[in-house]
Structure formats: C-alpha cells, structure tokens
C-alpha cells in the first residue's frame, strides 16, 4: 500500500539532507521530486500542480523554526497537505437509527460484496448486531457468496430466494431485524460491468424505500481514474455519505486513495487492503499521510492489536518490559496474535522504521514461521531467560535445532531486543498522533 509513493517521496525529501536552510535550489529539487512522484502515483496533473503550488508558497519565506530542520519543516508541510487533500478527517457513520441501514453499491467486481461482510464483523467487534441482506435478484451466486463469508464469522444472512422483488426483500429484513434484535441492516445491492440506467433506477427505489442511515459507494483502487469517474457519475444520481476503496493491498500507487475525496466532494470512510475478513480499515487522512511519510501509524496500530489482545495478559506484558523481563514466551504470544490480526505486510507498515530491518528476506510470513520454529528449538529455562544466548554455544545448539543459520539466529536476537523497544514505544505513544510526536 503506497509503497512506491513511499519510497518516491522519502527519496524527495532526502534532498534536504543536513541542510540547514531552505533555498530556492533545494526546495526547487524536491518539489519537482514530489510532483513526479504523485504523478507516478497516478495522481491528476491539475491536482499535482496546485499541491506544489501551495507547498511552495508555504514554505518559501518560512523561517525554519530552531526546533526543525528543513527536511522536518517540509515534511510537516506535505504531511499538512496530504491530510486536507485526503479529506482532512475521518468522518463517522451515522448509526443513530434501530435499525440503522447501510446501503452498499458500486460495480460488480469491485469488493462490494466482501467490503460488506468486512462491514458487519467490524461492527460485531464493536458491540452492534448486525444483519446482512442481498438483493442481488440477478445473481443467486452473489447470495451465496454473501452467507459462506458471513457463516464463517458467525452474522446472519437474510434473503428471500424466490422473490424477484427487492422492495419486498428489504421489508421482510427489517422485520427480521426487528424480531431477532438486530440493530443494524447492511444491503449488498447489485452491482453490473458498468453503470446503467437499469442498474441506477433499481438502486435509487432501493435508496427511496429504504432511507438508508448511510449509502457506502464501493471501488476499485487498481482501477484509477476509472474508479474516480464512476464515483462522480454515481455521485450525480445518489447523494452519497461515503467511499470505500478497495484492494489497496495490490496497489502500491494509491491515486484513488489521495484525490478521489477532493474531486467527488465525498468522504473516504474505509479503506480495504486484504481478502480476509480482518482486512478493513476506518480512513483517517492523517494516520495514512503519516505513512506515506515513512512516520508509520501508531495508533492504527494499537488499535489492531488492542482487537486481539486478551487485555489483562496485554497488560502483563506492558509490565514486564517495563521490568525487562519481557522473555520469548511473550513474543511467539504476540506473534501468534499479530499473525491473525490480517495483512502483515500492511501491519509492518504502520510501525515507524520496522519494515527496514524486520523481515530476513522480505517475505513477513516467512519471517514470522522462522522465529517460531527459534523459539521452539529453545528449552523451557532458556525462553524465559532471554539473556542465556550471550553464550554461543546455545545459539549454535538453537541452529542445529531449527535449521536457521547462525547469523540469522544473530540477527533474531538483535531483532527480539528491538522489538522489545518498539513496544514500549508503541506503549508510549499510544493515543497520540505519530507526527507530532516525531515533529515537534
Ligand atoms: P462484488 O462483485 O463487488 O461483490 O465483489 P466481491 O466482493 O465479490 O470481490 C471481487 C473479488 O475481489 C473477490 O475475489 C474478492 O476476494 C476480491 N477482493 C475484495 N476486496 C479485496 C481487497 O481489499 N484486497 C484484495 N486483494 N482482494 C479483494
């Protein structure tokens, strides 16, 4: 997610490296790296230039505060303009009404169906019931598909097989609803190749029947521009209270993400990056643009982990490493639990600087598999006696035992110390914005 953007601007902003004044020459270099890098990115060439622009006038004639350093000053500048161009910040939906109703639509193939189920076990892990509807009469598969997604996380499914009629479907829900003590109805309505009239008719006498809380259009990221155009034209026909974007996992680009907001005038209210059920995302502009400035987001962070964390052993471990005695019993814990928290890669992304030393080759699944079978090759005494590995002769015995090189059961234990720090500071700054933490 954003990777290339990542890269493209961090290298930008290198420019200014030991620096200690903004010129016209430094600040020219990395502006025309940044726009290149947003073009890269896939972002609109009119959008591009008036960025610039306005990073440009923000910054030229800005004395450098003694606290920053140019590089900390335009960081906080793109990060300031990021945030705006992303919709400057979340916005909740409204689930005020018992039963609240969620429309869902957008083209087929675009992850609506998935995004819904994502939905509705988000809104489990926060204390709502809700109940997932399918009114796609055109495909009996999509109802199908909705309920073996939804079995798996244990959600009702409601849906009349034989009626043709979606008015009466979305009746009969809501009695459901009622009677099984529901509170919120999340439609997956039908979507088509590309938008037509009958398509758009349907969903707008869903829309008048209904009166959703909120109407949720689904897109695309790999899709780009196209997908923007689609929002636009469905912007036009339905008044909107959101955009979903799907599959941020397969584009490293992210255009879709960054201007989609500014150009239909709707909030991005998630974001999805994975197949799994766990892969969803409440958008926060500024959480995202801390990672697309490589500041990571430790507050998404937290959150995620706070999900799966059993909290009194959570709680267990903050007081060890606050006593370092944090062992390796309570990291293969954390790592069984982050392993089930989704999309590891994206995981990674979010803790400030991990993603450069964590992995031994890249690959985080793979990462995660060798440190287990280290710390299963480990005794009982040695697991919870982390400091017993200053003798070699233990490290090369854990070699033989799980088939890791001696210098990659070095690099491990350089890692279990760094990890170690990198909870408590994930500990620290729990609640707080990253940016501002590293800024000021
Ligand atoms: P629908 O036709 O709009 O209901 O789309 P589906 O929900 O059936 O999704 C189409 C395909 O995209 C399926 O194979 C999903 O597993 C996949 N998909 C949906 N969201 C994501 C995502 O965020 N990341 C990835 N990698 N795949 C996704």
Avoid: W
């Avoid at 879709?256 to 150009?263: D, L, M, Y």
């Amino acid at each position: 997610m954003f990777e290339h953007l990542k890269n493209k601007i961090s290298e930008a902003l290198h420019v200014f490296k030991g620096d200690s004044k903004i010129t016209e020459i430094n600040i020219a270099s990395s502006l025309k790296k940044i726009g290149n890098a947003l073009i890269d990115a896939d972002v609109n060439y009119k959008i591009v230039r008036n960025f610039i622009h306005k990073i440009q006038e923000k910054s030229i004639g800005k004395k450098v505060l003694t606290s920053l350093n140019p590089k900390q000053l335009i960081t906080k500048i793109v990060y300031d303009e990021l945030v705006l161009l992303m919709g400057k910040k979340n916005v909740e939906m409204d689930l005020s009404k018992n039963p609240s109703i969620i429309l869902i639509c957008g083209l087929q193939g675009s992850g609506k169906t998935s995004f819904s189920s994502k939905l509705a076990f988000f809104l489990t892990k926060k204390n709502k019931f809700p109940l997932l509807v399918s009114v796609d009469i055109h495909r009996p598969a999509a109802v199908d598909q909705l309920k073996l997604i939804a079995k798996k996380v244990n959600i009702p499914v409601f849906s009349l097989e034989k009626s043709k009629n979606v008015i009466e479907i979305i009746d009969q829900s809501i009695l459901y609803a009622f009677k099984n003590k529901r509170n919120i109805i999340i439609i997956d309505t039908a979507g088509r190749l590309a938008i037509d009239q009958i398509m758009m008719e349907e969903i707008q006498r869903i829309n008048q029947h209904s009166k959703p809380n909120e109407i949720l259009f689904v897109v695309d990221s790999m899709t780009g521009q196209d997908a923007i155009n689609t929002a636009q034209s469905f912007s036009k026909k339905l008044n909107l209270d959101g955009i979903v974007i799907t599959k941020l996992d397969g584009d490293n680009r992210g255009g879709v993400a960054i201007t989609i907001s500014s150009i239909v005038k709707k909030p991005i209210k998630f974001i999805s990056n994975g197949e799994k059920i766990e892969d969803l995302e409440v958008f926060h502009p500024d959480r995202i643009a801390n990672r697309i400035l490589g500041m990571g987001d430790i507050v998404s962070l937290v959150e995620k982990v706070q999900e799966q964390f059993d909290e009194k052993r959570t709680r267990k471990i903050y007081q060890k490493i606050s006593k370092n005695s944090f062992d390796f019993n309570d990291l293969l814990y954390q790592i069984q639990k982050i392993k089930k928290i989704g999309n590891i890669k994206n995981i990674i992304s979010m803790i400030p600087g991990i993603d450069k030393y964590f992995s031994f080759d890249g690959d985080h699944k793979n990462s995660f598999k060798k440190i287990e079978s280290i710390i299963y090759s480990m005794t009982p005494y040695e697991r919870i006696h982390p400091k017993v590995f200053s003798d070699v002769k233990r490290k090369k015995r854990i070699s033989k035992g799980s088939g890791i090189t001696l210098s990659h059961i070095d690099l491990f234990m350089k890692q279990f110390y760094d990890m170690s720090k990198i909870v408590k500071k994930i500990h620290a700054h729990s609640g707080k914005e990253t940016i501002k933490n590293l800024l000021y």
